[in-house]
């Protein structure tokens, strides 16, 4: 589809940090709920976490106090900031955009995080 494109993936060491960036169109960021998503190999994608429009943030217990959503309007881009990452952390972490009314529902193509133990 192509609608949201990621960046930001890599190889860290537990205890390190990474920043993942998703960036949209303006059309689409500006009326979106904003995700993040992960997928480990062998289980279901789960949702990291999310922030509406208006700045509302809500995570995964298994992140809370580690992991920090934000979105900048200005630059229609959600960013996802990793902290203190541990080795159950790894996936492949996908962006996803909600519309209103769930018009539309969209998927970047994922980028791989590894943390080495």
């Known amino acids: 589809q192509g609608q949201l494109v990621e960046s930001g993936g890599g190889l860290v060491q537990a205890g390190g940090s990474l920043r993942l960036s998703c960036g949209a169109s303006g059309s689409i960021f500006r009326t979106s709920t904003m995700g993040w998503y992960r997928q480990a190999p062998g289980k279901q994608r789960e949702l990291v976490a999310g922030?509406?429009?208006?700045?509302?943030?809500n995570y995964a217990d298994a992140v809370k106090g580690r992991f920090t959503i934000s979105r900048d309007n200005a630059k229609n881009t959600v960013y996802l900031q990793m902290n203190s990452l541990k080795p159950e952390d790894t996936a492949v972490y996908y962006c996803n955009a909600v519309g209103i009314g769930r018009v539309f529902d969209y998927w970047g193509q994922g980028t791989q995080v590894t943390v080495s133990s």
């Open positions: 922030i509406t429009r208006g700045g509302t943030t």
